[in-house]
């Protein structure tokens, strides 16, 4: 049945939304959700991390046990259907991560080096617990396809580059 196959702007509409609901599971710690995003098949990109979509949900879990707060602020969003039901989107990402002082897996899997040679700086207003902060800018590359009775989910996620930068809070030098 042709008619049930959504059109080229619905197809990008909701490769649209796998994008941030992505953004939005990753902020949340709803691993759930951020599986729902993926095809059974998928494969994950991310720096020199390759996995598949179970692989790459224990790094991710692991890689944010320290993490309080986060924002990946999706930005410069492009979307187009490439061939047949597959999509081409390019993406770039604000990202803040708050992170508490039991945050050294986390730092070396984002080649930040250890938490005693970050640099500090003074931080007010924010969650005490919080003791490095985050910011960074990435790219990512996708390919998403529309299946019929599951939608449109990624079928690759690549990041294309990543820059961090850390600090951690002035008091923290004897953690």
């Known amino acids: 049945m042709a008619s049930d196959v959504p059109s080229a702007g619905e197809l990008v ?4 939304r796998v994008i ?18 993926f095809h059974d098949d998928a494969v994950d990109r ?3 991390h390759n996995a598949n979509v179970s692989e790459f949900l224990e790094w991710v879990e692991r890689r944010h046990a320290a993490v ?3 924002v990946h602020s999706m ?6 259907l490439s ?8 993406s770039y990402c604000h990202l803040y991560q708050g992170m508490t002082a039991d945050c050294q897996e986390t730092l070396f899997t984002y080649g930040l080096g250890s938490f005693d ?12 617990r919080i003791c490095v902060e985050m910011h960074g800018l990435v790219r990512y590359s996708d390919e998403l396809q529309w299946r019929r009775g599951v939608g449109v989910r ?13 600090t951690r809070k002035q008091g923290t030098e004897d953690s």
């Open 13 to 16: 509409e909701a490769a649209k």
């Open 20 to 37: 941030l609901d992505y953004a939005y599971g990753i902020d949340d710690k709803d691993w759930v959700k951020v599986r729902r995003c």
């Open 46 to 48: 991310h720096e020199d």
């Open 68 to 70: 309080l707060q986060a």
């Open 75 to 80: 930005t410069s969003l492009q979307v187009s």
């Open 83 to 90: 061939r047949g039901h597959v999509l081409s989107a390019e």
């Open 117 to 128: 040679g970050l640099p500090i700086r003074s931080v007010q207003g924010r969650d005490p």
């Open 154 to 166: 990624f079928n690759a996620r690549r990041v294309k580059f990543l820059t961090l930068t850390a």
